[in-house]
């Protein structure tokens, strides 16, 4: 199976980004991370990205705090581009994307989210899942669209609330299932078997591997021996 290629954009620590690499490398996924773009220079997700042996390229994000401007959006996607990437996923990228640049990539950009959506959209969502009381959150990944965090959910992990948590201690919990799904579901799409239709995703059923052929088997008497 050839491999995905995939496009990371992270603006902080990537340790998302790390377990990709890390269930790449082992070749438990069939995901090659062609490039790592951080509008951020010192993001540790470059260094993360450089020990690897990955491209780590720093696009400087513009004037605005929140999201990038036209002419530096053009430059993500030549960068893309010039890489070959198959699907984006983004670790912790803290751009507001335009609509131009979703609807270029249209069903290939994915994004881990701390909560089990729609729950707790935005930021924090792990110390919003606490405050408010819920005996259950998790993590999910889903493909980005124009609103926050609102795209089609591909996988979901649960994770319980217990009475002695802190806020802290469940994002740790919640983090630790991230890393574990994050490259389940790439390797869903690599393995072509995520559908989508309107907001519902299906996952078809993983093939049977297929028996190997074996050579007919010799036949007795005279003809075994010639």
């Given at each position: 199976?050839a491999?995905l290629k995939?496009?990371?954009?992270?603006?902080?620590g990537?340790?998302n980004?790390q377990?990709?690499i890390?269930?790449?490398?082992?070749g438990?996924?069939?995901?090659?991370v062609a490039?790592?773009i951080?509008?951020?220079?010192?993001a540790?997700a470059l260094e993360?990205a450089r020990?690897?042996g990955?491209?780590?390229?720093?696009?400087?994000?513009g004037r605005?705090r929140?999201?990038?401007?036209p002419?530096?959006e053009e430059?993500?996607?030549?960068?893309?581009?010039?890489?070959?990437?198959?699907?984006?996923?983004?670790a912790g990228?803290?751009?507001i994307?335009?609509?131009?640049f979703?609807a270029?990539?249209s069903?290939?950009?994915?994004?881990?989210?701390?909560?089990?959506l729609?729950?707790?959209?935005?930021?924090?969502?792990?110390?919003?899942?606490?405050?408010?009381?819920?005996?259950?959150?998790?993590?999910?990944?889903?493909f980005?669209d124009a609103?926050?965090?609102?795209g089609?959910?591909?996988?979901?992990?649960?994770?319980?609330?217990?009475?002695?948590d802190t806020?802290?201690?469940?994002?740790?919990?919640?983090l630790?299932?991230?890393?574990?799904?994050y490259?389940?579901a790439?390797?869903?799409?690599?393995?072509?078997r995520v559908?989508?239709?309107?907001r519902?995703v299906?996952i078809?059923e993983?093939?049977?591997?297929?028996?190997?052929?074996?050579?007919?088997a010799a036949?007795?008497?005279k003809?075994?021996?010639?």
């Amino acid at each position: 199976m050839a491999k995905l290629k995939v496009g990371v954009l992270a603006s902080g620590g990537g340790s998302n980004l790390q377990a990709i690499i890390d269930r790449s490398l082992a070749g438990e996924i069939d995901v090659e991370v062609a490039v790592v773009i951080s509008d951020v220079a010192t993001a540790h997700a470059l260094e993360r990205a450089r020990r690897a042996g990955i491209p780590a390229v720093h696009v400087p994000p513009g004037r605005f705090r929140t999201k990038l401007e036209p002419e530096i959006e053009e430059r993500y996607v030549e960068t893309l581009e010039r890489y070959g990437i198959d699907v984006i996923a983004l670790a912790g990228f803290m751009r507001i994307l335009h609509d131009e640049f979703l609807a270029r990539y249209s069903g290939r950009i994915v994004n881990v989210h701390p909560s089990l959506l729609p729950s707790f959209p935005g930021l924090a969502a792990q110390r919003q899942a606490f405050e408010y009381g819920v005996r259950w959150t998790g993590a999910t990944v889903h493909f980005v669209d124009a609103g926050v965090d609102t795209g089609p959910i591909i996988v979901q992990a649960v994770v319980p609330v217990r009475d002695d948590d802190t806020a802290e201690t469940l994002a740790a919990r919640v983090l630790d299932e991230e890393h574990r799904i994050y490259p389940e579901a790439l390797q869903l799409i690599a393995e072509g078997r995520v559908h989508v239709a309107g907001r519902r995703v299906a996952i078809a059923e993983r093939p049977e591997p297929r028996e190997p052929e074996t050579a007919p088997a010799a036949q007795e008497g005279k003809d075994a021996g010639r």
